[in-house]
């Protein structure tokens, strides 16, 4: 009986010990569904100048022809990954690919026209950058860009 009752014990105690280190996996896991699911830009594709400056010849980016379109640039020379989305006919819209509430992997929802952080708190934010709902407190870092022709050049 004695042995029964030690045995039970214990289960209750890893159970205990396993369901805590579950809810932390869970509190700390950045995504269950994605992480960056834009296509990432080859280095091939672009060019960072010294002068704070990438260049992108749009023409040759098929990923961005169709208006609700997005792609990331990772690249270690730059301080944030950036996605640039294709937002409307004429228009682009180009953020720090990283949420800021914990700097996880944001993904661009077209239908919505939102960014929605793949972290658990599933931060949004409107075109400008700014929180619209979720966790976020600070609005995401956009950056400034001119197209001269099909020459896209964002300012770093």
């Given at each position: 009986?004695?042995f029964?009752?030690?045995?039970?014990?214990?289960?209750?105690?890893?159970n205990?010990?396993?369901?805590?280190?579950g809810?932390?996996?869970i509190?700390?896991?950045?995504?269950f569904?994605?992480?960056?699911?834009?296509?990432?830009?080859?280095k091939?594709?672009?060019?960072?100048?010294?002068?704070?400056?990438?260049?992108?010849?749009?023409?040759?980016?098929?990923?961005?022809?169709?208006?609700?379109?997005?792609?990331?640039?990772k690249?270690?020379e730059?301080?944030?990954?950036?996605?640039?989305?294709?937002?409307?006919?004429s228009?682009?819209?180009?953020?720090?690919?990283?949420?800021?509430?914990?700097?996880?992997?944001?993904?661009?929802?077209?239908?919505?026209?939102?960014f929605?952080c793949?972290?658990?708190?599933?931060?949004?934010?409107n075109?400008?950058?700014?929180?619209?709902?979720?966790?976020?407190?600070?609005?995401?870092?956009?950056?400034?860009?001119?197209?001269?022709?099909s020459?896209?050049v964002?300012?770093?």
């Amino acid at each position: 009986m004695k042995f029964r009752k030690t045995k039970n014990t214990l289960l209750v105690f890893l159970n205990i010990i396993f369901l805590f280190f579950g809810v932390v996996f869970i509190a700390n896991c950045e995504t269950f569904v994605y992480v960056n699911q834009a296509p990432e830009l080859d280095k091939t594709e672009y060019h960072i100048n010294p002068n704070k400056s990438l260049e992108i010849d749009l023409t040759n980016i098929d990923e961005l022809n169709n208006v609700g379109a997005s792609v990331l640039i990772k690249d270690p020379e730059l301080k944030n990954h950036i996605l640039l989305v294709h937002s409307s006919k004429s228009t682009y819209v180009i953020v720090s690919s990283h949420c800021t509430h914990r700097q996880k992997a944001l993904k661009y929802l077209p239908d919505e026209k939102q960014f929605e952080c793949s972290s658990m708190g599933s931060s949004r934010f409107n075109l400008k950058g700014e929180v619209i709902s979720g966790v976020a407190e600070s609005p995401l870092k956009l950056y400034d860009y001119t197209i001269v022709g099909s020459k896209m050049v964002i300012r770093l």
